[in-house]
């Protein structure tokens, strides 16, 4: 039997062709394409729902993360790209759940304060308002803790209904966290982490949506009974006015009938003067006219006695003449 020389070539080549399948096992995972338009994706949503404004941390983590989530891409580093995919879409939904839950909390106060205001305006008391949204924080994205907290909020009354699938989601990365190496530990957790604070947001925001659909609801039919009593009252008002218009046309013709009662009065009246300054301006005309006629009469009388007083001077002076003269007087 020859001796094999060939067994350390053998072991060399399986050397070699262990690296090779190895290099080759690396090489054949695939980049994270997936992950990476799942971030980007998550991150357009967060964007869109202003977190910009309501979660400007959460979502300036998520850009950078997913950054480097981009640069591993493009440096063949797969796996690492792949988890900083998923955190960067977890950090995502984080600044979406947060942006969302202030802006229902927003609307839930306004119209909270809308429908106090309505309620007191109208004199109404319907019990008190729904409290069941209570203040919402921002995301509790401290490390431990995740599963107590997940079930804390799987078995409250007031949110176990709500955010059925962002509690799946928090499962799931629990889940993952518990069977994760150890050298992906950390990575497992943080996404963890931010699953159960997407659930916690997701649910106290569903909690206060709901509120506030009652409150919409209240508000409604608040307007409508103020937009009836509105209408009540300025139908009252409109009542008041034509009467006192009425009351003001009555009065009106009243005094018009007065004034021209007055006015027929005053024509009579005049008319009366009238008849009266005539009938006793003729009266006036003929005791003038009497008067002149015994003034005239006077002057007659008294020229007639002057003459006849004239004639008996001149008699009497004749006879007194003849007397002082003897020759004159008739022998």
Wanted: charged share 35%.
């Amino acid at each position: 039997m020859k001796p094999c020389f060939a067994l350390p070539h053998r072991r060399r080549h399986l050397a070699w062709l262990l690296i090779v399948l190895t290099l080759a096992g690396c090489a054949s995972v695939p980049p994270p394409t997936t992950e990476l338009s799942a971030a980007q994706s998550a991150l357009n949503r967060a964007d869109g729902a202003d977190a910009s404004q309501y979660s400007p941390q959460a979502l300036q983590q998520a850009r950078t993360t997913l950054s480097r989530a981009q640069a591993a891409t493009a440096a063949g580093e797969h796996d690492d790209a792949r988890k900083l995919a998923l955190a960067a879409t977890a950090d995502a939904d984080v600044a979406w759940a947060e942006s969302r839950a202030q802006r229902i909390q927003q609307d839930y106060r306004q119209r909270r304060q809308e429908v106090s205001g309505l309620r007191k305006r109208l004199q109404v008391d319907d019990g008190p308002m729904p409290e069941a949204a209570a203040e919402i924080g921002a995301a509790t994205t401290s490390s431990g803790g995740e599963a107590l907290r997940l079930e804390r909020l799987d078995t409250d009354k007031r949110l176990q209904d709500y955010a059925a699938f962002e509690r799946l989601q928090a499962r799931q990365a629990l889940a993952v966290m518990l069977e994760a190496k150890k050298r992906d530990q950390a990575d497992a957790q943080y996404v963890a982490t931010r699953r159960v604070a997407v659930a916690e947001l997701a649910a106290q925001a569903e909690a206060m949506r709901r509120d506030l659909e009652q409150l919409d609801r209240e508000r409604s039919d608040l307007m409508v009974e103020s937009s009836r009593q509105d209408a009540e009252r300025a139908r009252q008002e409109a009542e008041r006015l034509r009467i006192e218009a009425q009351i003001q046309a009555e009065e009106a013709q009243r005094l018009r009938a007065e004034a021209e009662a007055a006015a027929v009065a005053r024509q009579q009246a005049e008319d009366l003067v009238i008849d009266v300054g005539g009938a006793e301006a003729d009266r006036l005309k003929a005791a003038r006219a009497r008067e002149a006629e015994l003034a005239r009469q006077e002057a007659e009388l008294l020229s007639e006695q002057d003459d006849g007083n004239a004639e008996t001077d001149a008699t009497e002076q004749q006879d007194t003449d003849r007397e002082d003269d003897p020759a004159k007087s008739p022998r």
